[in-house]
């Protein structure tokens, strides 16, 4: 049966965007209008789309194309819908999606990311080589020397923790006023400590990379990753709901 | 069939800018080794998942009791005797987890659970 691949959703988009442009296994894009929105889709006979590298780049040239003139609001890699779902979906959550993309209209999403060594942040983190006795009386047996160490254990991660929320934290000072929204996955425990997106306004991408490229020069402890002008994954209704 | 529409504004492409690409690649293949290829339904793969789902309850319900004695413990409210007790039957709790985990050859990560925005579980 044939089904809709699905791209991405806008309520600005122009037929001529996709006009005679291909999406995956070489399928023409088409719009798919209801209402005020409309979603960019190709047909696609399958079950599911392999996650291959060829396909995976395919639906980030596609969303690249439209970001090229608007701002949509980008589904899932692999999301295939026959007619009938895709109509529920945007007439159901139409208000919802209207209103993420006037969140996000004017921006893009830029990315960065920090690896830091886990075990060097932990050096000096609330550790100590002698803890004393539990009470004046401990006996100091092996039951109370593992619950001294599950005590250390905590201190670190606390520690840790608290790290990894002041590194957030400077991230989000650094970007003052130029990102517009901000969605960061803090992991203390993980090497990968801080997954940050932010909705910057078009044309400031490069004053984004700057201002990190100027913490990491600063703070030769973190490695930083960056990435973008990406369509908006990060922003869209759900975060919208939650928040 | 053309790739691009005539006259359009060549696509975004993203770049990615990193000055530690050999540490963030790793990183990232480790994210992706920890994905399975596909999901098996068959019995042992069932079973698996089913120990995985209690050992993951129980190692929650194990992370909690310890916290709390610790908080007890450095509350003062017990006894040497007492936290010395404790103590020994958490760490017998502990082993018997790490016998559990090795039976089923599960590792401390495969039982981490992604709380939400509480964080991780582990």
């Known amino acids: 049966m044939t089904r809709l691949y699905a791209y991405c959703v806008g309520d600005d988009l122009a037929a001529e965007t996709v006009e005679g442009a291909s999406g995956v296994a070489g399928s023409p894009l088409v719009l798919f209008r209801r209402g005020p929105l409309a979603v960019v889709a190709s047909p696609f006979d399958g079950k599911a789309v392999p996650a291959t590298r060829e396909n995976v780049l395919e639906h980030s040239r596609v969303n690249g194309l439209v970001l090229a003139r608007t701002t949509p609001l980008p589904f899932r890699f692999g999301t295939l819908v026959d007619e009938r779902r895709l109509q529920e979906h945007l007439e159901r959550n139409e208000a919802a999606l209207l209103a993420a993309l006037g969140r996000v209209r004017g921006c893009v999403e830029m990315g960065a990311k920090v690896i830091w060594d886990a075990a060097a942040q932990s050096e000096g983190g609330g550790e100590s080589e002698d803890e004393g006795p539990a009470s004046p009386a401990s006996p100091r047996g092996a039951g109370t020397a593992f619950l001294l160490a599950k005590r250390r254990a905590l201190e670190g991660a606390e520690a840790l923790k608290g790290r990894a929320e002041e590194l957030a934290a400077l991230l989000a000072a650094r970007l003052e006023g130029l990102a517009r929204e901000s969605s960061v996955e803090v992991n203390p425990a993980g090497s990968l400590v801080v997954r940050a997106a932010h909705l910057v306004a078009r044309g400031r991408e490069a004053e984004y990379r700057e201002r990190l490229r100027a913490l990491g020069r600063e703070r030769e402890d973190l490695r930083l990753m960056l990435s973008g002008p990406w369509p908006p994954y990060s922003f869209g209704p759900q975060r919208a709901e939650r928040a | ?122």
């Open chain 2, 1 to 122: 069939m053309k790739k691009f529409p005539p006259d359009s504004p060549e696509p975004v492409e993203p770049e990615v800018e990193t000055e530690h690409a050999a540490v963030f690649a790793e990183e990232l293949r480790r994210a992706a080794d920890a994905l399975p290829e596909r999901i098996n339904v068959d019995a042992q793969s069932v079973e698996q998942g089913l120990a995985k789902l209690v050992l993951t309850l129980i190692e929650l319900v194990r992370r909690l009791l310890e916290k709390q004695a610790v908080r007890r413990m450095e509350g003062g409210d017990l006894s040497p005797e007492q936290v010395e007790e404790l103590g020994l039957a958490l760490m017998k709790l502990e082993e018997k987890m790490g016998e559990l985990k090795a039976q089923f050859g599960l590792e401390d990560e495969d039982l981490n659970l992604d709380l939400g925005p509480v964080g991780k579980l582990i």
